[in-house]
């Protein structure tokens, strides 16, 4: 399934030096797509569901959990690095009492930035509605422990956000579905999602720790951590979508993902 911003190069710097402690961050709270999305599509009628082999042919019981992965994700390892058990999907009925006090996580399979990515997939939870779902928690969890406890959990939270690849994959180069590459130049339409990915940035504002890109930057005064996205089109996904000749990891898709990079880490010191 795609996804964004590759990180597992820099998983284990980002774990080892820059995350808080279990003590800094009590509840951690994960949005984004399918390389954080720990079981939410299993809920929804959708095409991006990772419910069957080979996804989780290295979990302990070699079952399919949700997760795009053969075992472990990245916000599992985020978990066992705060000391923490890992984050259940806000879908799950299973997030309830003493659970949500561990946080939750709203990522689904195939969103992007833009709400009209991974339409194809016809029914995913896109970052607006995970947002609102954010919410939703918040709500709920008010109710189990007052909204001064509430306020306390969210600003002392680690959320980690990943974004970006569909808006490619699933978007911009999905011709004929998607009507982006003939509405903007590459160029226009880097600016434009980072423009969009600015206004997401604003669900750092109520917490105090942000994982989102690859350098340490300010966001709202509080920690943010940053990564740049990979070259999306080097994916399996992307490889068995499209022709011998242009699934080749070449200049032009690094090109694409760097001006990418390179435009967002100016968006997000500014």
């Not at 080892?16 to 009590?26: D, E, F, I, Q, Y």
């Not at 994982?211 to 994916?235: K, N, Q, S």
């Amino acid at each position: 399934m795609a996804s964004s911003w590759l990180i597992l190069a820099l998983l284990p710097a980002l774990c080892l030096g820059t995350l808080p402690s279990s003590h800094a961050a009590r509840a951690f709270f994960v949005f984004g797509d399918s390389l954080v999305d720990n079981g939410n599509n299993n809920y929804l009628v959708t095409a991006a569901r990772a419910d069957s082999p080979p996804y989780g042919i290295d979990t302990p019981d070699h079952r399919a959990t949700g997760r795009f992965s053969n075992g472990k994700n990245v916000p599992d390892i985020i978990s066992e690095h705060l000391g923490a058990e890992p984050v259940l999907p806000y879908l799950s009925p299973e997030l309830d009492g003493d659970k949500m006090l561990v946080g939750a996580n709203f990522a689904s399979a195939g969103v992007g930035i833009l709400n009209d990515t991974g339409i194809q997939f016809a029914n995913v939870i896109h970052i607006s509605k995970q947002l609102l779902y954010f919410q939703q928690y918040q709500k709920r969890l008010s109710s189990l422990i007052g909204a001064e406890q509430t306020a306390r959990l969210v600003h002392g939270s680690l959320v980690l956000i990943t974004l970006g690849g569909n808006d490619f994959v699933n978007n911009y180069y999905l011709v004929p579905y998607s009507a982006r590459s003939r509405e903007f130049s590459l160029p226009d339409y880097i600016n434009y999602i980072l423009s969009e990915y600015r206004q997401i940035l604003t669900v750092c504002s109520p917490v105090h720790h942000c994982v989102l890109d690859h350098e340490l930057i300010d966001c709202h005064g509080r920690g943010c951590t940053t990564w740049a996205p990979g070259a999306c089109w080097c994916r399996a996904s992307a490889r068995s979508g499209a022709s011998r000749r242009s699934w080749r990891c070449t200049a032009w898709t690094a090109a694409a993902t760097g001006s990418c990079s390179a435009r967002r880490r100016c968006t997000t010191r500014g």
